[in-house]
């Protein structure tokens, strides 16, 4: 599966109070949530996101709070897959679960700036940003987790 | 090689002999907790999956904490969802307003959480509970779902950082400037995936209020646990609370830690963390003069029955600086109660300051206490992220009840001591 879109960069520590602040946790609605996801630190955010565009941020993305509606928010705005180069291990977990897909990569983390056009290619890890014509490798997901995705999120690969 | 307490408590409920770190595996749970604002999400995951009973009704805590007693109609919604819900499985621990407490507090308290214990929660301070000596860590609503159903979590065997502890804490340090000190010397990410062990002959001097206060903010170092060896203060504080049988795991003499740093107790100062992020931290004479709005003292971290006492110590016959508002939240009843029969409620009022049922309001800017643009809080609590505590551009400075109790009374951020003497 391939992914690809335009960047929206973020730096280190961005927690889930400014993914989602949680004046907004009165509501579980996922459109709701998405219409306020990112404000506190880019206010252009939710007017600039198309369908399939891609986050990229640096290290400890998504600490602090287990709130789900962090990626609910994310994935909800429309982003197809978010880089960092380390995740917080909660995010990590939530993003999952819920089927946002998410990749380590330190090199693609530094290497893409906001605004550039990245294609992924979930099979392989291959992370390709078309504006630099560079290609970074991901970290490939381990089998046990792999599972869960194909299988459609944690609860899906229960039922089944 | 040895395995880490964590270890040891996550190969037993994997029904293994050993772990390693990295090992991916499934655990049996003791106890699946949610509060108001994750739960809902795990009940519309639950349904939508067609889960049609839980897997043990004794093993769930429900605990309507955050937005409580409901500040709008979408909240109360959300309550009124996890009451029918708790309602039609006969959720055992259901906690709504009048017995409810801040979750954290509350679980140890009553004795639903214990050492040797495997705990998830969606809520990332669900890591309090290491200071029992169980495994517990943060998760999120689908992890709830999952959880409520089956009774299992997948976990990666977390590798290890530990703390020696010795000596003494001085007079007014507090377990909080224990690990605001940590997290500053680590970083918010300096334990990202591992757990932090804490042991040491410096463990006997610290209460089991401090200790909870310093594993409620492993998750702030990036941990997926905080976890305490078990001595006797912790077989103490589970006596008349803890009616079961636990089990008390200890870590192998060559158990393999990444990194081990020794703590003298008495060398810990009054600590802040200044804004953005818990790891900016200062210690009090390193602070300037740092003039405050408001302060909020209570908490998960910081709102049980010695932080209240302290601050109640601290604002004895004295009065709040004029221009400064001031929050206390007991954490629970229980706590709340005692503060009534203790005088503590009555030294608070006196002060000028507003005292409030249980509620974690404002430290996620939920309500009861939310700033303004440009304003400063000194709080209790465990976060100074962007707009935690309201406007994007207002600040927290996070501190021990000592200091907030400190900093209320001089209207900017002080050593207690310095009042004190």
């Known amino acids: 599966m391939k992914v690809c879109g335009k960047v929206h960069k973020y730096g280190d520590n961005v927690d889930t109070d400014v993914i989602i602040p949680a004046r907004y946790l009165n509501t579980a609605d996922h459109k709701e949530l998405a219409a306020h996801c990112m404000e506190d630190i880019d206010t252009?955010?939710?007017?600039?996101?198309?369908?399939?565009?891609?986050?990229?941020?640096?290290?400890?993305?998504?600490?602090?709070?287990?709130?789900?509606?962090?990626?609910?928010?994310?994935?909800?705005?429309?982003?197809?897959?978010?880089?960092?180069?380390?995740?917080?291990?909660?995010?990590?977990?939530?993003?999952?679960?819920?089927?946002?897909?998410?990749?380590?990569?330190?090199?693609?983390?530094?290497?893409?700036?906001?605004?550039?056009?990245?294609?992924?290619?979930?099979?392989?890890?291959?992370?390709?940003?078309?504006?630099?014509?560079?290609?970074?490798?991901?970290?490939?997901?381990?089998e046990f987790i792999k599972d869960i995705i194909n299988k459609g999120g944690l609860l899906n690969s229960l039922k089944n | 090689m040895g395995m880490t307490m964590t270890q040891k408590i996550l190969a037993a409920h994997?029904?293994?002999?050993?772990?390693?770190?990295?090992q991916l595996i499934k655990c049996k749970l003791d106890m699946v907790l949610g509060n108001d604002v994750t739960t809902p999400v795990a009940i519309n995951e639950f349904n939508k999956f067609g889960f049609t009973q839980v897997f043990d009704k004794d093993k769930i805590s429900m605990v309507m904490d955050h937005f409580t007693p409901n500040k709008d109609i979408k909240s109360a919604e959300h309550t009124k969802q996890c009451r029918v819900f708790a309602g039609k499985y006969d959720i055992t621990h259901y906690y709504d307003v009048g017995d409810m407490g801040i979750e954290h507090a509350l679980l140890p308290e009553k004795g639903?959480?214990?050492?040797?214990?495997?705990?998830?929660?969606?809520?990332?301070?669900?890591?309090?509970?290491?200071?029992?000596?169980?495994?517990?860590?943060?998760?999120?609503?689908?992890?709830?779902?999952?959880?409520?159903?089956?009774?299992?979590?997948w976990f990666k065997v977390p590798s290890a950082i530990k703390f020696n502890l010795t000596g003494k804490l001085n007079e007014y340090v507090m377990g909080k400037d224990v690990i605001l000190h940590i997290i500053g010397?680590?970083?918010?990410?300096?334990?990202?995936?591992?757990?932090?062990?804490?042991?040491?002959?410096?463990?006997?001097?610290?209460?089991?209020?401090?200790?909870?206060?310093?594993?409620?903010?492993?998750?702030?170092?990036?941990?997926?646990?905080?976890?305490?060896?078990?001595?006797?203060?912790?077989?103490?504080?589970?006596?008349?609370?803890?009616?079961?049988?636990?089990?008390?795991?200890?870590?192998d003499a060559d158990a393999e830690y990444e990194a081990v740093y020794d703590i003298d107790l008495s060398q810990i100062k009054p600590t802040v963390s200044f804004p953005h992020l818990p790891e900016n931290t200062k210690t009090t004479d390193e602070c300037g003069e740092v003039k405050i709005d408001q302060v909020v003292i209570g908490s998960c971290t910081n709102g049980r029955s010695e932080d209240i006492e302290m601050a109640a110590r601290i604002m004895k016959g004295r009065h709040i600086a004029k221009g400064v508002r001031c929050i206390v939240i007991p954490a629970t009843q229980a706590v709340y109660m005692e503060a009534m029969q203790k005088g503590w409620l009555a030294t608070f009022i006196e002060?000028?300051?507003?005292?409030?049922?249980?509620?974690?309001?404002?430290?996620?800017?939920?309500?009861?206490?939310?700033?303004?643009?440009?304003?400063?809080?000194?709080?209790?609590?465990?976060?100074?992220?962007?707009?935690?505590?309201?406007?994007?551009?207002?600040?927290?400075?996070?501190?021990?009840?000592?200091?907030?109790?400190?900093?209320?009374?001089?209207?900017?951020?002080?050593?207690?001591?310095?009042?004190?003497?």
């Open chain 2, 14 to 22: 994997a029904g293994l002999e050993s772990v390693t770190a990295g």
């Open chain 1, 44 to 142: 252009e955010f939710v007017k600039n996101v198309k369908e399939g565009d891609i986050m990229v941020a640096e290290q400890n993305f998504g600490c602090g709070s287990s709130r789900e509606h962090a990626p609910i928010a994310i994935k909800a705005s429309g982003i197809s897959c978010v880089i960092a180069s380390t995740f917080a291990r909660i995010f990590y977990r939530n993003a999952i679960n819920i089927g946002l897909p998410i990749l380590e990569c330190d090199a693609a983390a530094k290497g893409i700036n906001a605004g550039d056009e990245v294609e992924i290619n979930f099979d392989t890890g291959v992370i390709t940003n078309k504006t630099k014509n560079e290609t970074y490798q991901a970290q490939p997901f381990p």
């Open chain 2, 185 to 251: 010397m680590i970083g918010v990410d300096g334990a990202l995936y591992k757990s932090m062990e804490f042991m040491g002959e410096g463990l006997k001097n610290l209460s089991m209020d401090d200790r909870l206060s310093m594993a409620n903010m492993a998750i702030e170092a990036g941990a997926k646990n905080g976890i305490f060896a078990v001595d006797d203060v912790t077989i103490e504080y589970q006596k008349g609370r803890v009616d079961r049988e636990y089990k008390i795991y200890e870590a």
């Open chain 2, 112 to 153: 639903i959480v214990a050492s040797g214990e495997c705990i998830i929660g969606a809520d990332s301070h669900t890591c309090t509970y290491g200071a029992l000596g169980a495994f517990s860590t943060g998760v999120g609503s689908t992890d709830m779902a999952a959880g409520m159903a089956t009774g299992e979590a």
């Open chain 2, 351 to 421: 002060a000028g300051c507003a005292v409030s049922t249980p509620t974690c309001g404002p430290c996620l800017g939920g309500h009861m206490g939310i700033l303004a643009q440009g304003e400063r809080a000194v709080a209790t609590t465990n976060r100074n992220f962007v707009g935690r505590m309201g406007h994007p551009e207002s600040e927290v400075y996070l501190a021990s009840p000592a200091v907030a109790a400190a900093s209320a009374i001089t209207g900017k951020i002080s050593d207690p001591s310095e009042i004190m003497g």
